[in-house]
């Protein structure tokens, strides 16, 4: 197979848990995890492993990243606005510059939720939205950092794009 546009990129993302009792909801890959402690602060819904997944792909065709497409802050246009959505519209963005997401990785690095019994589901969500299939696996960090503190979660993302013949 020849690798001539073939193009990869990397995305990383992390978020603050929001503080016990703020009732913000959990979302994480493309789901919601109830009775998995609170949620994460962000004017989206603070999906970190769909914003690190979005910046790899943008990374990948060339096309900047979150907050070039979004914009920033809570006047964005991902304010108020579950993962998959913007996922989705991540990849009709890259599509519509000539590039097809070919497959994705994603790392969530936190301790909760656990994401094991759900990993399937993830997947499943993530694929679907990013037009590729895409992996996720999860870590701790043994304790170490803002994540082994529990301050938040984070990802980090890898994605392959290639470059249609025709662009
Ligand atoms: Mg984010």
Do not use: Y
């Not at 001539?4 to 789901?31: I, N």
């Not at 492993?49 to 060339?62: K, M, Q």
């Not at 497959?103 to 589901?121: D, E, L, M």
């Amino acid at each position: 197979m020849s690798m001539d546009g073939v193009r990869v990129g990397q995305g990383f993302d992390a978020h603050r848990f929001a503080a016990p009792g703020s009732g913000r909801e959990l979302w994480l890959a493309g789901l919601e995890w109830p009775g998995q402690g609170e949620g994460v602060e962000g004017d989206s819904d603070g999906d970190v492993a769909v914003h690190a997944l979005i910046d790899a792909l943008l990374s990948a065709a060339g096309l900047g990243d979150i907050g070039g497409l979004f914009g920033v802050g809570k006047s964005s246009q991902g304010a108020g606005q579950h993962g998959i959505p913007m996922l989705e519209r991540t990849v009709a963005h890259v599509r519509a510059h000539g590039f097809e997401p070919q497959s994705a990785s994603v790392v969530i690095i936190g301790n909760r939720p656990k994401i094991g019994p759900h990993r399937a589901q993830a997947q499943e969500a993530l694929s679907r939205a990013a037009g590729c299939p895409v992996t996720v696996t999860a870590t701790t960090t043994d304790g170490m950092g803002f994540t082994g503190a529990g301050e938040g979660i984070a990802a980090i993302a890898n994605a392959l794009v290639l470059m249609r013949s025709d662009r």
